[in-house]
């Protein structure tokens, strides 16, 4: 079937795509690659990828291009689910006899949910969806394909046996082939990266057991498994030479550096072609690790500290002290590679005063830029079930994780802490993380190296006062 791999119309500036962590309106207009549906993509002969909020294509426009498709993949998730579900009605509507189907964590956890939320929705995809997606468009019956849920011609819902995870990550074929063929690049910026950027994953799966984070408990695993550092560089290279305006090459695995000697052999692989580069990492990488890195490319690591506060740290199994992520940010600092960090508020275990410890801690550690979030919890994890259970959350109740402009909203209230007072803790930790003097000159002086970076901060500097004043409303 002429398939379409599809990130439908959404909130301007909305972050939902399918390579985002948690899917809300950024404070400064952000889009990552949608990773996760340009790698079926490239698997299935004939496909495109299209991704209408980066592109600013319209609901009437990508109405228009799907009309010449006969199977629509949808990548969707909670926040984002209503307008999806919404626009494969409107896709119905015009071309009865399109095939629908939806991928992401929202469906692989609700099934059931997913497809009895509206009669548009044919099927979804469960578990890792690569190989499901495949077999679909090949025109496999529904009932013969593993990972699959599926509704009958009388409305009831199917449930097939789980498809087995994918060992052998060589297998898969390289996305940034797709990203070239069927993305516009420029379209695609993050704040703390350089512009142009690629982002790819080396790996699925994480380890940790973060009771908040969403793919590893949904639809990656806990289990880390990985591309060969020759496949990795290959790509790479692959990028250099026919992606000549991409700056800076992001790796997305939720920690690329948690097998050292690999994440050590990648480096110096990259070394050698000469590229800049940036990943995830947790906060406890050696300085000798640190080093290597740096020495061939590293430029940036993207940190998530989430508190500040150890007992918070321990109740979200993050696998991670307070000190030691000092001594890391240090490294990092006298090593110069610079840290966007990531916090979370809302968090089992917060209360006023673990919010001014957090706030104080992203002062005194200080990574360049930071990125606060408020805890989503999102269904198919730990935090989720937490929170049903300790009546934090309703059970049942719809979450509504953003507002009608797509901005984040704190879900979770606590008995000694409201989500209203959750929710306005994010514009005070801004504040007073950015509107000091000491960090108003950093950036300042930032901007007075370059002019490309003088134009890019004062945009950057409208929308995130602009993202302030609509929080404070």
């Given at each position: 079937?002429?398939?379409?791999?599809?990130q439908?119309?959404s909130?301007?500036?909305?972050?939902?795509?399918a390579g985002?962590?948690?899917q809300?309106?950024r404070?400064?207009?952000?889009?990552?690659?949608?990773?996760?549906?340009?790698?079926?993509?490239?698997?299935?002969?004939?496909?495109?990828?299209?991704?209408?909020?980066?592109d600013?294509?319209?609901?009437?426009?990508t109405?228009?291009?799907?009309?010449?498709?006969?199977l629509?993949?949808?990548?969707?998730?909670?926040?984002?689910?209503?307008?999806?579900?919404?626009?494969?009605?409107?896709?119905?509507i015009?071309?009865?006899?399109?095939?629908?189907?939806?991928?992401?964590?929202?469906?692989?956890?609700?099934?059931?949910g997913?497809?009895g939320?509206?009669?548009a929705?044919?099927?979804?995809?469960?578990?890792e969806?690569?190989?499901t997606?495949v077999?679909?468009?090949?025109?496999?019956?529904?009932?013969?394909?593993?990972g699959?849920s599926?509704?009958?011609?009388?409305?009831?819902?199917?449930?097939?046996?789980?498809?087995?995870m994918?060992?052998n990550?060589?297998?898969?074929p390289?996305v940034?082939?797709i990203?070239?063929?069927?993305?516009?690049?420029?379209?695609?910026?993050?704040?703390?990266?350089?512009?142009?950027?690629?982002?790819?994953?080396?790996?699925?799966g994480?380890?940790?057991r973060?009771?908040?984070?969403?793919?590893?408990?949904?639809?990656?695993?806990?289990?880390y498994?990985t591309?060969?550092?020759?496949?990795?560089?290959?790509?790479?290279?692959?990028i250099?030479?026919n992606?000549?305006?991409?700056?800076?090459?992001?790796?997305?695995?939720?920690?690329?550096t948690?097998?050292?000697?690999?994440?050590?052999?990648?480096a110096?692989?990259?070394?050698?072609?000469?590229?800049?580069?940036s990943c995830?990492?947790?906060?406890?990488?050696?300085?000798?690790?640190?080093?290597?890195?740096?020495?061939n490319?590293?430029?940036?690591?993207?940190?998530?500290?989430?508190s500040?506060?150890?007992?918070i740290?321990?109740?979200?199994?993050?696998?991670?002290?307070?000190?030691i992520?000092?001594?890391?940010?240090a490294?990092c600092?006298?090593?110069?590679?610079?840290i966007h960090?990531?916090?979370?508020?809302?968090?089992?275990?917060?209360?006023?005063?673990?919010?001014?410890?957090?706030?104080?801690y992203?002062?005194?550690?200080n990574?360049?830029?930071?990125?606060?979030?408020?805890?989503?919890?999102?269904?198919?994890?730990?935090?989720?079930?937490?929170?049903?259970d300790?009546?934090?959350?309703?059970?049942?109740?719809?979450?509504?994780?953003?507002?009608?402009?797509?901005?984040?909203?704190?879900?979770?209230?606590?008995?000694?802490?409201?989500?209203?007072?959750i929710?306005?803790?994010?514009e005070v930790?801004?504040?007073?993380?950015?509107?000091?003097?000491?960090k108003?000159?950093?950036?300042?002086?930032?901007?007075?190296?370059?002019?490309?970076?003088?134009?890019?901060?004062?945009?950057?500097?409208v929308e995130f006062?602009?993202?302030?004043?609509s929080h404070?409303?």
């Amino acid at each position: 079937m002429k398939t379409l791999f599809l990130q439908a119309p959404s909130f301007d500036g909305f972050d939902g795509g399918a390579g985002s962590r948690y899917q809300a309106k950024r404070e400064i207009k952000s889009f990552w690659y949608p990773t996760w549906l340009a790698q079926p993509a490239a698997m299935v002969p004939g496909s495109r990828l299209l991704d209408a909020p980066a592109d600013g294509i319209s609901v009437q426009e990508t109405l228009d291009i799907a009309a010449g498709y006969d199977l629509i993949i949808i990548h969707t998730s909670t926040p984002s689910f209503p307008t999806d579900a919404r626009f494969a009605e409107e896709l119905k509507i015009r071309k009865p006899s399109l095939l629908i189907g939806m991928v992401g964590a929202k469906p692989a956890v609700e099934p059931d949910g997913t497809l009895g939320a509206s009669p548009a929705i044919d099927f979804v995809c469960r578990e890792e969806f690569d190989y499901t997606c495949v077999e679909v468009s090949q025109g496999i019956p529904l009932k013969d394909i593993t990972g699959l849920s599926y509704k009958l011609a009388d409305g009831s819902i199917v449930h097939n046996p789980p498809r087995q995870m994918i060992e052998n990550m060589d297998e898969l074929p390289f996305v940034a082939p797709i990203y070239k063929r069927d993305l516009k690049v420029d379209n695609y910026f993050i704040g703390y990266l350089k512009h142009p950027y690629v982002s790819i994953y080396t790996g699925r799966g994480c380890r940790s057991r973060c009771t908040f984070c969403l793919w590893p408990q949904t639809v990656g695993g806990h289990r880390y498994r990985t591309r060969s550092a020759e496949s990795v560089i290959a790509e790479v290279k692959w990028i250099k030479e026919n992606m000549p305006e991409v700056k800076e090459i992001m790796f997305d695995d939720d920690t690329f550096t948690d097998f050292r000697p690999r994440a050590e052999e990648i480096a110096r692989g990259l070394g050698e072609l000469g590229v800049t580069w940036s990943c995830n990492a947790k906060a406890n990488v050696p300085y000798s690790t640190l080093k290597i890195m740096r020495d061939n490319g590293l430029r940036l690591l993207l940190v998530g500290y989430e508190s500040g506060d150890d007992q918070i740290l321990l109740n979200i199994k993050k696998g991670l002290r307070t000190d030691i992520a000092r001594r890391f940010t240090a490294d990092c600092r006298e090593l110069g590679i610079t840290i966007h960090g990531t916090f979370i508020l809302g968090l089992p275990g917060e209360t006023q005063e673990t919010i001014e410890k957090t706030i104080q801690y992203a002062k005194d550690i200080n990574p360049h830029t930071i990125q606060v979030s408020l805890a989503a919890p999102y269904p198919g994890t730990t935090l989720y079930k937490q929170s049903v259970d300790n009546g934090w959350l309703k059970e049942n109740k719809v979450i509504n994780l953003v507002n009608d402009r797509g901005v984040q909203l704190a879900a979770i209230s606590y008995p000694h802490l409201s989500s209203e007072e959750i929710y306005h803790s994010v514009e005070v930790f801004y504040k007073r993380f950015y509107f000091r003097p000491s960090k108003i000159w950093e950036i300042v002086r930032e901007m007075l190296g370059s002019w490309d970076m003088t134009k890019r901060r004062l945009r950057e500097g409208v929308e995130f006062f602009r993202f302030l004043h609509s929080h404070e409303a």
